[in-house]
């Protein structure tokens, strides 16, 4: 017993000392206790997050085959895609002060609230025979605004209602509503589009963005949100978040590393269809295959994170998938014009490979951040990911233009796995996963280890 206490005590004092040395730990520390009923808390807000979602990108697929329709131009599709990302990128920071400064119950209703009312504006506008592309551009900027306050509070809330061993499996299962979207949401968009109209679309995302709503009024999520009186100035509330980050070595050079591999990865996702007709003489039904493979597979690889959990070295997951979906990228890009079926295989494996990287990145974050400071530091991240893409667009354009796309595929590739490679085996990135492994012990895991190292001891000692 006496052995027990002194495990204790010593267990208590190098608590103490770690949370003098490391404000995160205290702040952490905290932070409010788990409900009992957080996986039922997950999924009501979950059900609402899918109808929003999908609905949503039903909607926004249906913009774009009207401006497909209407234009036939290529560069009105990428000013679309410009105006769905841009305004999100910018915005970002700005909702991530928004979800550290309130509630952020409140923020997730506000924010999903108020792109259903602009849905159904522009519904109500179309419906009476005003409808244009200058309108679907606007809709598209919209929703983006309303992304840039969203996501930041949704992805600062998930530390707050699920135990640190979960947050890998939520963030995927996040991620899959997300994929699951991509899959459906052109069919379903495009399908509505022609059969009940463009208007009947908008307010059905109408429609998503109220079940949202609802579920996340009836959602106990805490309120759990900075009092400090820098948290009441947006200046000095920004400057704080590009603090943390800042102070947080590993955290800024993890951060720059994947903002390099997204650009990269962005720009080649744009390309696929180019390969598929450029280097395959393929047609549309080919370049739909490939997608679909992609698709299909990227929900199974989820599936298998899920299942497992991802582990306790979560940086290394992510080093690892970074670095095989480079190796793929560049196999891809010296396939011959006869290859297409191994093209089709490598971009399912692909699929699997790159869901190892989303979940586990982003569980990095959410087990280092403080909670009171999240919503700034991720929504720093998501300008940090929706820049990334516009960039990498832009990148992959011109020079697969002279390189040609096969040998761009190439190059991109290598510019991941040297991106993988960093990722894993820095020496500062080596110590931040480390560090994130251990919080997978709570209180509770340390405390019953001693107990079970004091009951060895003294069973040892009365043999």
Same mark, same amino acid.
């Given at each position: 017993?006496s ?29 409010p ?19 929003s979602?999908l ?13 497909t ?22 915005l970002?920071? *700005? ?21 259903g ?7 109500? *506008? *179309? ?43 939520i963030?995927?299962? !996040? ?25 009947m679309?908008?307010?059905l ?28 100035h947006?200046i ?25 591999? *997204?650009?990269m990865?962005?720009?080649? !996702? ?40 991802? #582990? ?7 080093a ?9 990228l560049?196999?891809? &890009? ?10 089709v ?5 692909s ?14 974050f ?22 990334s893409?516009?960039i ?14 096969? !040998?761009?595929?190439?190059?991109a ?10 990722? &894993? ?8 996963d ?18 079970l190292?004091? #009951? &060895?001891?003294?069973a040892?000692?009365?043999?």
């Amino acid at each position: 017993m006496s052995e027990y206490l002194e495990h204790a005590e010593k267990a208590e004092v190098s608590s103490a000392q770690q949370k003098e040395q490391n404000p995160t730990i205290a702040a952490q520390a905290q932070a409010p206790e788990l409900s009992h009923s957080w996986k039922r808390i997950i999924v009501t807000i979950w059900i609402g997050q899918a109808f929003s979602i999908l609905t949503a990108y039903s909607s926004m697929y249906a913009g774009v085959w009207y401006v497909t329709e209407t234009t036939d131009s290529a560069f009105m599709l990428a000013v679309a895609s410009l105006c769905s990302m841009l305004p999100q990128g910018l915005l970002s920071p *700005i909702g991530g002060v928004i979800a550290d400064r309130f509630n952020r119950k409140y923020v997730l209703m506000a924010a999903d609230a108020f792109v259903g009312a602009m849905a159904l504006i522009m519904g109500m *506008i *179309i419906m009476m025979g005003h409808v244009s592309v200058e309108l679907v551009l606007i809709m598209s900027a919209l929703r983006s605004v309303g992304q840039a306050f969203h996501i930041p509070a949704m992805e600062s809330t998930m530390p707050l209602l699920v135990p640190k061993r979960h947050l890998v499996r939520i963030n995927t299962l !996040n991620q899959s509503l997300w994929s699951l979207a991509l899959i459906v949401g052109p069919v379903f968009g495009i399908f509505l589009y022609t059969v009940i109209g463009f208007q009947m679309v908008l307010f059905l995302n109408t429609l998503g963005c109220a079940a949202a709503v609802l579920t996340i009024a009836t959602a106990k999520i805490p309120d759990f949100h900075d009092t400090s009186d820098e948290a009441r100035h947006p200046i000095k509330s920004l400057k704080a978040g590009f603090a943390t980050l800042n102070a947080d070595r590993g955290l800024l050079v993890m951060a720059g590393i994947v903002m390099v591999v *997204i650009s990269m990865y962005a720009g080649i !996702n744009s390309l696929f269809p180019l390969m598929t007709y450029d280097q395959f003489n393929g047609d549309g039904y080919m370049a739909s295959t490939v997608e679909a493979a992609y698709g299909v597979a990227s929900l199974v690889g989820m599936g298998i994170l899920f299942v497992w959990g991802g #582990g306790r070295r979560l940086l290394r997951l992510v080093a690892l998938s970074g670095f095989g979906a480079g190796v793929i990228l560049v196999l891809t &890009g010296l396939l011959t014009p006869d290859m297409f079926v191994f093209f089709v295989i490598l971009t399912g494996i692909s699929g699997v490979v790159e869901a190892f990287f989303n979940g586990p990145l982003l569980a990095v974050f959410q087990k280092r951040v403080p909670p009171e400071k999240m919503g700034r530091v991720m929504g720093l991240f998501t300008t940090v990911t929706a820049l990334s893409s516009p960039i990498g667009l832009a990148l992959a354009g011109t020079c697969a233009e002279f390189t040609g796309v096969a !040998n761009w595929f190439v190059i991109a590739g290598i510019v991941v796995s040297a991106g993988g490679i960093l990722l &894993g085996t820095l020496p500062i990135l080596r110590k931040l996963d480390k560090e994130v492994a251990a919080t997978f012990d709570d209180a509770k895991v340390v405390k019953r280890k001693v107990e079970l190292r004091s #009951g &060895g001891s003294n069973a040892a000692a009365k043999e």
